[in-house]
């Protein structure tokens, strides 16, 4: 077993158990609604039911109801599409590439960032598709046979690529996520109380015994499918990239495009699971398992990925300007300071100057100003986006083409319908699913809680390094052969542990 | 468990063997003045390449720290001194490059025999260069030179005073400065070093331009780094010193080698694929200049060296768990690194007079032998271990 060091910040705070962790998790699945869910569901029906309304509308009258013109091809379509397909990078980011890393805090985040990924993957997946006009010539896509000559796909084209590795990556994650989920809806099914519930729970864990054979099989899955999904999480904004840099648009064609929307992405995701968890951790009191540490962790990321971000920025601007290329200084002259002057100065401010706040350790452990800053970011994502691709496509090559895009009432509604999509989504899965991973969780709570000084991390916000080392007297020159004894623990911190049934 | 309290020895016998290659290494290059006669742009080309490639495994070292204490990394504790002993190379890379500026003064050589934007009736007869004169001139070039290396160096030593004054205090005060520096050195890293690979690799060909391109050569260095740092904790093993240091060590340093060189591939073909496939005129000249000729089989030997033969020798668990294996693993590592950047720097400044000999093979050990002596003279003047680090622990009882 491992030894934490008594500096380190425990993952799991407060009066728990492994019988609480059960009770705290499963719980509001068992209890009615409260009325902030029905409101906040009222709310998510509303906008995916305008959402249907515009996109009925936009399919029976046309793509002439948006706002492109032969200039500006892609617009809110195609800005909102990226802009989902990056928030759904998190939670694999989560699952797949911290668990590589070792990072134990992803444990109380990973089952709802996995679940925010699909959701947004989902929204995504609706532009493109709808971009296409003829929706019900989608399986156009596929490299299905036909009997009309060859295939129909062009397969020179990053967009066919896109849609491989979204549906890969879609699969993959919801497998993932699934059986992520399997031993802990078991643990529901095992809780209830009516035979209706318990058939329903024992369906949706594919009849989950808990058999030793049950959890190597787990155990094996879940490791491959993480070995799968990090090449998958890399690639999917890669080609994603691939969409604009494939081009020869100034503007879009440049080679960092792939690490930098890569970094663009989990920036955007994790400041969504922020938003998400902020909230959720409050309102489904789960304020032990998502602790400020965790809070704190995920602002990390946002720093370092939103500094990425800022410094492909600064190489994008000053190599268009060394580039000599004129067609490229233009557009990023254009950028700053032309017609869409604002929407640029909106992507730097909340993408670039906000998200330095977190350097600073009271920010990034106030759930507030996480609140507000995650918001931010969201926006500033939105606009890189637009940025990118209205205001490349803006000023053509012939001035006698140049234009200006403006969203018709049916593109933004979409973009509403797409949002109220994602937050029915959630507040279904937020009611049905254990929304923290209870078995991840139960293994890392002995480990995370032993050996620590109590004193060190009471009252919850104020967790203090330096107190813990003092308390677990780590000055003391035979600390090191004498804490060896840590990992045993101290038994008699312990509560009684109830008989593991998941 | 042995005491930590360990400091390496380096006896006269290492001591000799480091010196003796650096000399052998300058007797070769005296030799090569001979033999490569009147090869001076293939000279400085290869004073460039071999003073670089020890210097981005120094400098990407102290990167490594930095995100180590932001990261609250447990597991390296244990292994941070020799990052630290790397780091101090770095003033030899800086006189490396101040004798490139003095030997300036002399047309053909130094800056000029690199550089094409140097030679003024150059840049005044092409308007692309004139347009980059305000960035790619020379005074500019040694202001930012000597600015890089002021940060680097500074902020390199901060790290090891830090680290060697917790070892006498304890406590966390110095941690938590460390903690600071990295907070301040890692984004100014990324900016001057991205500068860096701009100014020292990139300018050599002024009208090529690609953004990824420090990324790229930053994977590269970071492979490195990781590679030298697994090679040195097997030798100091095979030597008995370090025994706290487990297979889960290298495992980890192992799994950083494994991915970076795929990240590294990543980079490459972001580069190559999206200039290949957009084939503007501005961008292609790279790659035509590489593709084509003798210099196609080193292009695809170094796709070959510096992803298949990691992607394929490290996969397995136990790949990266066996001390000899790393080793050959990390000899083939380092022979891709070199040869990953000697495709970028030779093309346009050896040109027809590049090749594998005496200067290649002098530079490299001279740098290589004085790289070798400076880790090896700062691992003994410290202790091997961070004895007061707060998360040592965690590092003495790693387990993958």
Not at chain 1, 101 to 123: D, L
Request: net charge neutral; charged share 10%; proline share 4%.
């Amino acid at each position: 077993m491992s030894i934490e060091s008594p500096i380190r910040e425990p993952l799991i705070f407060g009066d728990v158990n492994l019988h609480t962790i059960t009770e705290d998790v499963c719980g509001p699945t068992e209890h009615k609604p409260t009325k902030a869910w029905w409101f906040g569901f009222t709310i998510a029906c509303c906008g995916f039911a305008f959402g249907i309304f515009c996109f009925t509308w936009e399919v029976m009258f046309g793509i002439g109801t948006w706002g492109l013109n032969k200039t500006i091809g892609w617009g809110f379509d195609i800005t909102n599409f990226v802009w989902w397909i990056g928030i759904g990078h998190a939670g694999t980011l989560i699952s797949a590439i911290l668990l590589l890393f070792r990072q134990e805090w992803r444990n109380s985040i990973n089952r709802s960032a996995e679940a925010m990924t699909i959701f947004a993957v989902m929204c995504a997946g609706m532009f493109p598709i709808f971009h296409m006009g003829r929706v019900w010539n989608a399986h156009m896509f596929l490299p299905l046979p036909n009997d009309f000559g060859p295939l129909w796909p062009n397969f020179n084209s990053p967009l066919l690529w896109d849609v491989f590795a979204i549906s890969t990556y879609f699969t993959v994650s919801l497998v993932f996520w699934y059986t992520g989920l399997l031993p802990d809806l078991a643990s529901i099914r095992d809780r209830a109380t009516t035979k209706m519930r318990w058939s329903i729970y024992n369906f949706l864990s594919f009849g989950w015994t808990g058999s030793v054979r049950h959890w190597n099989r787990f155990e094996l899955v879940s490791l491959i499918l993480a070995g799968i999904s990090t090449p998958l999480v890399l690639s999917v904004h890669t080609i994603v990239s691939f969409d604009f840099a494939t081009s020869v648009i100034p503007g879009w064609h440049t080679t960092i495009f792939p690490p930098y929307f890569v970094a663009g992405a989990i920036f955007s995701g994790f400041a969504m699971v922020h938003t998400l968890l902020v909230v959720a951790r409050v309102t489904m009191k789960l304020e032990n398992y998502i602790t400020i540490g965790h809070l704190e962790a995920m602002a990390k990321i946002i720093t370092l990925t939103g500094s990425m971000v800022g410094i492909a920025y600064g190489t994008e601007f000053f190599m268009a300007w060394y580039s000599g290329y004129k067609y490229e200084q233009f557009a990023f002259i254009n950028r700053a300071f032309g017609p869409y002057w604002w929407a640029y100065w909106s992507m730097i401010t909340c993408n670039v100057i906000t998200p330095q706040l977190f350097w600073f350790r009271k920010i990034r452990r106030s759930p507030v100003a996480i609140f507000i800053l995650s918001i931010f970011v969201n926006i500033g994502m939105w606009f890189e986006r637009f940025v990118i691709i209205v205001i490349s496509l803006h000023r053509d090559f012939l001035p006698s083409s140049w234009a200006m895009y403006v969203p018709t009432w049916v593109e933004a509604g979409m973009f509403i319908g797409t949002i109220g999509f994602f937050f029915w989504w959630f507040f279904l899965f937020a009611k049905f699913f254990p929304v923290i991973a209870m078995a991840e969780v139960k293994m890392i709570w002995k480990k995370t809680t032993t050996g620590k000084p109590a004193g060190a991390f009471l009252p919850l916000q104020d967790y203090d390094p330096d107190k813990a080392y003092q308390l677990a007297d780590m000055n003391n020159p035979n600390y090191l052969d004498s804490a060896g004894g840590h990992d045993h623990g101290h038994s008699e911190h312990h509560h009684t542990e109830e008989p593991i049934t998941h | 468990m042995e005491s930590l309290n360990q400091k390496f020895t380096f006896t006269s016998k290492t001591r000799n063997l480091f010196i003796g290659i650096s000399v052998v290494g300058l007797v070769l290059i005296l030799a090569g003045l001979v033999v490569h006669k009147d090869q001076y742009a293939r000279f400085w080309a290869n004073f460039l390449l071999s003073n670089f490639y020890f210097f981005a495994f120094s400098i990407v070292a102290v990167s490594f720290l930095a995100i180590q204490y932001l990261a609250h990394a447990g597991w390296s504790a244990g292994i941070k001194r020799i990052p630290e002993a790397m780091s101090t190379y770095l003033p030899i890379p800086f006189i490396g490059f101040l004798i490139i500026i003095g030997a300036s003064f002399m047309h053909g050589h130094g800056m000029t025999a690199l550089y094409e934007w140097t030679h003024e009736s150059i840049v005044k007869a092409d308007p692309v260069l004139t347009g980059k004169s305000p960035y790619l001139n020379s005074t500019f070039w040694i202001i930012r030179v000597f600015v890089y290396f002021a940060i680097w160096i500074l902020c390199a030593r901060a790290y090891r005073a830090y680290s060697r004054k917790e070892d006498e205090v304890g406590g966390m005060e110095y941690y938590h400065k460390q903690v600071k520096l990295s907070a301040g050195f890692l984004p100014a890293f990324g900016v001057t070093f991205c500068l860096a690979a701009f100014d020292w690799f990139m300018s050599i060909q002024p009208h090529w331009y690609s953004t990824i391109f420090a990324v790229n050569v930053w994977a590269s260095a970071f492979v490195g780094f990781m590679t030298v740092t697994n090679i040195t904790i097997i030798l100091l093993k095979k030597n008995n010193y370090m025994q706290w240091v487990s297979e889960n060590h290298m495992h980890d340093l192992g799994k950083f080698m494994f991915a970076f060189s795929v990240f590294w591939t990543y980079t490459w073909l972001s580069q190559f694929l999206l200039i290949w496939y957009a084939n503007l005129p501005e961008e292609t000249p790279y790659y035509l200049a590489r593709m084509w000729g003798n210099w196609k089989y080193l292009f695809f030997l170094n796709l070959f060296l510096n992803f298949a033969c990691p992607f394929l020798m490290f996969m397995m668990r136990d790949a990266k768990r066996t001390p000899n294996w790393i080793l050959f693993v990390g000899a083939v590592l380092l022979m891709a690194k070199y040869l990953d950047w000697y495709i970028i720097v030779m093309p346009f400044t050896a040109g027809h007079t590049s090749g594998f000999g005496l200067y290649e093979i002098g530079f490299y050990m001279f740098f290589g032998g004085m790289f070798c002596y400076s880790l090896a003279y700062s691992l003994s003047k410290a202790n091997l271990v961070p004895t007061k680090h707060p998360y040592l622990i965690e590092s003495l009882h790693h387990e993958v």
